[in-house]
């Protein structure tokens, strides 16, 4: 399996308080991803980055954000938590260097958040 | 980004071979075809991949037709082990970001 792991694995917060959920890889692989799953959803893109520093936007974006300040670590911040972020979020990685299928993606164990 | 249509769920048995369809209609030149499969409690972990005719592997295999506007993912003598939710997803690896849009997926029940 792709070396990526996400922290914490659980987490229950309360409305009002910022989280920060971790994804961490060592793959060297350039493109990060998080996204989240709801039932019925599937899953959605919340935010994704290209390299070190370079991030965009997703298919759900509002109340998130994210920063990658180095290769390995993809962090998602939520500001201010509600209710409707309760999810399960994965991380996931594409693009490794060394060829094979660039647009594969590895996705991590997940880390699910409980907004109270 | 192309959007793609998969049914529901399905139901199967043990040793069976299923076939699940995906419509992908606005599908453009330089994508790519991909299946997902999750496990509960698990990220997706990539199945198969195709850009056109028929691609095997040990696990599936993918059949796209001249038309690319739909595929079939195949799978010999399910067992158990194959229940799941199978994405489907359309994609040019060339996108920024080799964005993949998942939907809602297929979820495969395996029955004894």
């Known amino acids: 399996d792709a070396g990526i792991t996400q922290s914490p694995r659980h987490k229950v917060t309360e409305t009002g308080t910022p989280v920060t959920l971790r994804c961490h890889q060592t793959e060297n692989h350039r493109y990060m991803y998080w996204y989240r799953q709801d039932p019925g959803h599937g899953l959605r893109l919340i935010h994704y980055?290209?390299?070190?520093?370079?991030?965009d936007k997703g298919e759900v974006s509002d109340g998130y954000s994210v920063s990658r300040s180095k290769t390995e670590d993809f962090l998602l911040t939520l500001e201010s938590a509600t209710s409707s972020q309760t999810s399960v979020y994965f991380c996931?990685?594409?693009?490794?260097?060394?060829?094979?299928?660039?647009?594969?993606?590895?996705f991590g164990p997940g880390t699910r958040l409980t907004v109270l | 980004l192309a959007k793609t249509t998969q049914p529901i769920s399905m139901d199967s048995y043990e040793g069976q071979e299923v076939n699940i369809t995906c419509s992908h209609n606005?599908?453009?030149?330089?994508?790519?075809i991909t299946w997902y499969q999750q496990f509960p409690s698990q990220g997706p972990r990539f199945i198969i991949q195709?850009?056109?005719t028929k691609v095997t592997n040990e696990v599936a295999s993918l059949f796209i037709p001249a038309d690319r506007k739909s595929s079939t993912l195949s799978l010999p003598r399910v067992s158990l082990s194959d229940t799941a939710v199978y994405y489907c997803?359309?994609?040019?690896?060339?996108?920024?970001?080799?964005?993949?849009?998942f939907g809602g997926g297929t979820r495969l029940m395996v029955k004894p």
């Open positions: 997803l359309v994609g040019d690896e060339n996108n920024a970001g080799n964005m993949l849009t």
């Open positions: 996931a990685i594409s693009g490794g260097l060394a060829g094979g299928r660039d647009n594969e993606q590895f």
């Open positions: 606005n599908i453009a030149t330089n994508d790519y």
């Open positions: 980055s290209y390299g070190v520093k370079d991030t």
């Open positions: 195709g850009y056109k």
